[in-house]
């Protein structure tokens, strides 16, 4: 009797190890590394498995600093500073790519994704930080000679040229860029999954360890809940343009920062525009635009683009275009 209880000890004894020994490997299984970091003016997250993710966390993080040392608008030595400040740059220069994404854009959007529009939030105050708001007069000029990508930014065989006057500001464009540049050096370092997060630019891929879809909450920016979700397996980026981050308030009203190209003047439709696309690049672009153009517009638009899109209307009602309906899940009632 006592050597049965012993055998039954023994395996009892065993069973439990084995137990405790397969939790401390599936917990480190599923352990990730997770860093947060202030660049590009904004705080950027990466979340990465496996745990000991850390050097490839910092390569991605490195890909950041690369991209706004060459793009930024504020710091002074970037290439982008030097096209605004001399109006040109040679054509080999790192930023020439991204100058060029910036003109296909341009004409993808039909003008609706526009980087020379800088000017038009520097005349309202966006750059110092003294709203103001700019007479009718001002903003015809604007329009007439400053504004326009196709108008003031051209190119011959050795140079980008920049129109007098002009600025540029890669605002929406560069996040996007820099995700695709951190992801691709995430996946030279072997990271089997990983989650970007610049701000309200989102890149996921890689199957979680938990088996579970990757799961982004689209905020809702009147009370902070979840306007909606993107659930996915696959890879996916989720960009969402508001009027809550960057704006100004002049006279007790709120001003966002992206423009409407027909009228010179800050877009007033949206509280929020979220766009999934197959890049991040792709996303943190056509949110801009999408953002900028007028509803009846921007409906039509994206339905004929096949895009994923959810809108908050200022109104506060909710618009889905038709591939969004397939994308985005547990949408608040209007």
Known sequence: MNKTRSVIVAVFSFLLVMAVALHVRESRRQAFFSESR????????IKAWPADSAEAVARAFDEFATVEKKASFHIASSELSQLNNTGTLDLHASTSELLQIGVDFY??????????????????????????????????????????????????DERWLLAPGSLLDFGGLAGGYAIEKAKIALRAASCSAFLIDDAGDI?????????????????????????AYVESHQPMAVSTSGDYERFIIIDGRKHGHIMNPLTGRPVDYYSSVTVVASDALTADALSTAVFAMPPETAFAWVDTQNLPVLFLTATGSIHLSQAGQAVFTGVKEK
């Open 107 to 156: 004409h993808r959007t039909e003008g609706y994704f526009d980087p020379s529009f800088a000017l038009l939030q520097k005349a309202y105050g966006f750059y110092d930080e003294k709203g103001r708001l700019p007479s009718d007069e001002e903003i015809s000029q604007i329009l007439a000679t400053g504004c326009g990508l196709e108008r003031v930014l051209a190119r011959d």
């Open 38 to 45: 202030m660049l590009m003016d904004t705080v950027i997250s």
């Open 203 to 227: 890149w996921f891929e890689g199957q979680k360890p938990d088996g579970k879809p990757w799961r982004i909450a689209v905020r809702d920016p009147r009370d902070n809940t979840a306007l």
